[in-house]
């Protein structure tokens, strides 16, 4: 039955894996044309746009909605055909900072590489597994569809790395840290009312804990790293996460995703139409103790 339900999914991704790059890339921008035209998630994407970007007119809102399901179109193009140009696709990417993923290896306590859904996060991931000297396992969503969620695991295994699904994710990822392995997470979605809440475009948001939990425990060296659009194709910055410990895993957490959204909004702000705004990034209400520290502490 969930191959039956996923055959619309199996044959649209068959028309783009016998399509060179070049034209499966464009197939794929012309259906974010499309997504755009009938407005998939538009009032998302305008409402997360203004938040983020209260300041900017509302034409150039415009052309952003219009250029962001292009760019994910192209993302998604590339990626269902990646699997064949694997062993070419470092000649397309600019890596800078990579040594600081050996160096944390050679500390003995795993690596952690936190990023976001901007650019291409498969290439990242992918460089990634192709230049460490240790095996990287991805955090990601199970699927409901489990022939698509196999599906998905099949084709990270072809791109280099493995998965683990999030909710089963915790003790698998303490494991292979202490075993002295790389972990990625995209961690820039919302941590809901049980996230831990820092500033994110000048407004109070919840991320995830989890990471700054995880380090704490292990000791890993925490990394973030953001696949963005380069002279050749794509440009990755690798960049170690540091902040001062205290043992106390509220407080480091916080430190810890602060610097993290700090970081992201910098990216995000260079590339906005790179950033996959369909999230409903700030719909958990925010609690009134967060509000009067917004108020009186933070910068904003």
């Known amino acids: 039955m969930d191959v039956i339900i996923a055959s619309p999914v199996i044959m649209i991704y068959k028309i783009f894996t016998i399509l060179p ?3 499966s890339r464009r197939l794929g921008r012309f259906l974010g044309m499309i997504a755009h035209r009938i407005g998939v998630r538009r009032q998302a994407l305008f409402g997360n746009l203004a938040k983020a970007f209260p300041e900017i007119p509302v034409e150039e809102a415009r052309r952003l909605v219009r250029r962001i399901p292009v760019n994910f179109g192209d993302f998604l193009g590339e990626w269902l055909v990646m699997p064949k140009y694997i062993e070419s696709l470092e000649s397309r990417v600019k890596c800078t900072g990579f040594d600081v993923i050996e160096e944390g290896l050679r500390g003995g306590c795993g690596v952690m590489v936190c990023s976001a859904h901007i650019g291409n996060w498969e290439v990242l991931a992918s460089i990634t597994a192709k230049k460490a000297s240790r095996p ?12 698509m969620d196999r599906w998905f695991s099949d084709i990270h295994r072809r791109m280099g ?3 683990i699904i999030r909710s089963k994710s915790a003790i698998e990822i303490y494991r292979r840290l202490k075993n002295n392995e790389i972990v990625g997470m995209l961690v820039d979605q919302s941590g809901r009312s049980a ?3 820092v500033p994110f475009f000048n407004r109070p948001s919840s991320f995830h804990r989890g990471p700054g939990v995880l380090a704490a425990r292990t000791g890993c060296t925490v990394i973030t790293a953001f ?3 380069g002279p050749d194709r794509w440009q990755i910055e690798y960049s170690k996460l540091e902040i001062d410990w205290t043992g106390d895993a509220d407080i480091d957490s916080e430190r810890l995703m602060s610097e993290y959204a700090r970081r992201l909004e910098t990216a995000i702000r260079k590339y906005p139409d790179w950033y996959f ?3 409903r990034r700030w719909k958990t209400k ?3 103790s967060i509000r009067h520290r917004w108020d009186n502490q933070w910068v904003h």
Not at 136 to 142: A, C, E, M, P, S
């Open 161 to 163: 790395y493995g998965d």
């Open 286 to 288: 925010v609690p009134d």
């Open 136 to 147: 990287l396992t991805i955090i990601r969503q199970r699927l409901k569809n489990a022939w």
């Open 277 to 279: 705004w369909y999230h």
């Open 195 to 197: 996230g831990v809440w």
């Open 227 to 229: 696949c963005v659009p």
């Open 21 to 23: 790059e070049h034209m």
